[in-house]
């Protein structure tokens, strides 16, 4: 059975730093991308970044570019999202989410999710 | 403002039809295939429709999605409550190298 389980998320203060865990299993995690999706409290969902299979292509949005860093580990089976420069507007729950298809680096749709991991951010 | 652009709200009778369009440009579902989300209250996403019309394995042919041009449509037939959820289109977006989605639409079954 495919299970993403996220970690990591809290309480921070505007400034601070969080780093964000993604525990894949039932699936072989080296062979997908993943990605990571936010949603806002009451507002709709956000795409933060994707990561292909063996980290060659890495992309993210516009909003987290240059403070937010997605990595994976294949021999953890672990993908991760370092925040840095929190922002207020970075508050939401973060769903780590695996690509549908091994050959395609993002946009085929992405068929497991996690449950989710919430961040604050708030003085 | 969200680049692929959802009526905010749908609703229907048990064992009807509903719609739900989904609009973007040629950068993103003009010449990218369109996924579609369902998300239960209180749960994670699930995806819905892959490469525009494709349903994943478990998705119930009530379930379908079409694409022409540069706009997109869910469609969901003999409507059930259990369909009442918020839905969001997707597309990755040449000129803006990201993922899009639309602001989703709350569907409500009457």
């Known amino acids: 059975e495919v299970q993403l389980v996220e970690s990591g998320g809290g309480l921070v203060k505007p400034g601070g730093s969080l780093r964000l865990s993604c525990a894949a299993s039932?699936?072989?995690?080296?062979?997908?991308?993943m990605n990571w999706v936010r949603q806002a409290p009451g507002k709709g969902l956000e795409w933060v970044s994707s990561?292909?299979?063996?980290?060659?292509?890495?992309y993210y949005a516009d909003s987290v570019k240059g403070r937010f860093t997605i990595s994976r580990d294949n021999a953890k089976n672990s993908l991760y999202l370092q925040m840095n420069s929190l922002r207020a507007e970075d508050t939401a729950v973060y769903y780590c989410?695996?690509?549908?298809?091994?050959?395609?680096?993002?946009?085929?749709?992405?068929?497991?999710w996690g449950q989710g991991t919430l961040v604050t951010v708030s003085s | 403002q969200s680049v692929l652009s959802q009526p905010p709200s749908a609703s229907g009778t048990p064992g009807q039809r509903v719609t739900i369009s989904c609009s973007g440009s040629?950068?993103?579902?003009?010449?990218?295939?369109v996924n579609w989300y369902q998300q239960l209250p209180g749960t994670a996403p699930k995806l819905l429709i892959y490469?525009?019309?494709q349903r994943p394995s478990g998705v119930p042919a009530r379930f379908s999605g079409s694409k022409s041009g540069t706009s997109a449509s869910l469609a969901i037939s003999g409507l059930q409550s259990e369909d009442e959820a918020d839905y969001y289109c997707?597309?990755?977006?040449?000129?803006?190298?990201?993922?899009?989605f639309g602001g989703g639409t709350k569907l409500t079954v009457l």
């Open positions: 039932g699936f072989t995690f080296s062979s997908y991308s």
């Open positions: 997707a597309a990755w977006d040449d000129s803006l190298n990201a993922v899009v």
């Open positions: 989410a695996r690509e549908g298809d091994i050959v395609v680096v993002v946009g085929a749709g992405w068929d497991y």
């Open positions: 040629s950068s993103n579902i003009g010449s990218n295939t």
């Open positions: 990561i292909s299979s063996s980290s060659s292509y890495i």
């Open positions: 490469s525009n019309n």
